[in-house]
């Protein structure tokens, strides 16, 4: 009896280590991750979903193929990827539903700074929305705080090619955000 729970420990330990990895992985990006998510896909319960669905995705890949070499990387990598997926889907249902003139309402408030800063964040959504999708996903994984190699391992372009890309996405908001109405103190 000893021995089968001596072996059933040594069984059980390198599923203790891959689930104590697991945690420490999910503790140190899940919250930058979702606010990526959230950020690029502009809807907060998608974040959540998404953000779901990539650690379900990154336990399959722990328990089956093994801890990806970059894992931040691979986590954006496939948390951008789970967004762009879910525009396509949403955008083939959305245009059978929604007419193309409708926009959702705005909550009036009485407070002027919560009010500027409403305005803001729908400048720098708008803006956003407006750049194209490789110089969207550089700018906010720029912003996240990923290296230039991880970066383009999540893009799957040239490392050499970030640095261009980051600055390009950079001017290209910023003429976004003018061309919004941005150049009337909203960004400071």
């Known amino acids: 009896m000893g021995e089968a729970c001596r072996v059933l420990n040594l ?10 990895r697991f945690r420490e992985t999910y503790d140190a ?16 319960s998608v974040a959540d979903d998404v953000t779901q669905e990539m650690f379900v995705r990154l336990w399959k890949e722990m328990t089956t193929v093994g801890e990806p070499e970059n894992v931040r990387a691979w986590l954006y990598r496939v948390a951008t990827n789970l967004v762009i997926d ?14 193309s003139t409708f926009t959702p ?35 906010l994984l720029h912003h996240e705080g990923l290296t230039g190699k991880e970066i383009a391992l999540v893009l799957g372009v040239k490392p050499s090619y970030v640095g261009t890309l980051v600055i390009r996405a950079h001017d290209r908001f910023r ?6 109405g941005g150049a009337n103190g909203l960004l400071g």
Do not use: N
Request: contains cysteine; aromatic residues 4%; positive net charge.
């Open 11 to 20: 069984t059980r330990q390198p599923r203790q280590g891959l689930e104590a």
């Open 29 to 44: 990006y899940q919250t930058a991750l979702h606010r990526y998510v959230a950020r690029l896909s502009a809807d907060a």
């Open 86 to 99: 879910r525009g396509h889907r949403q955008r083939r249902t959305l245009a059978f539903i929604l007419p």
């Open 105 to 139: 309402p705005d909550l009036p408030s009485r407070d002027p700074d919560v009010e500027r800063d409403l305005l803001r964040r729908q400048l720098v959504r708008r803006a956003l929305e407006r750049l194209p999708e490789p110089m969207r996903q550089c700018l």
């Open 175 to 180: 003429r976004e955000c003018d061309a919004l």
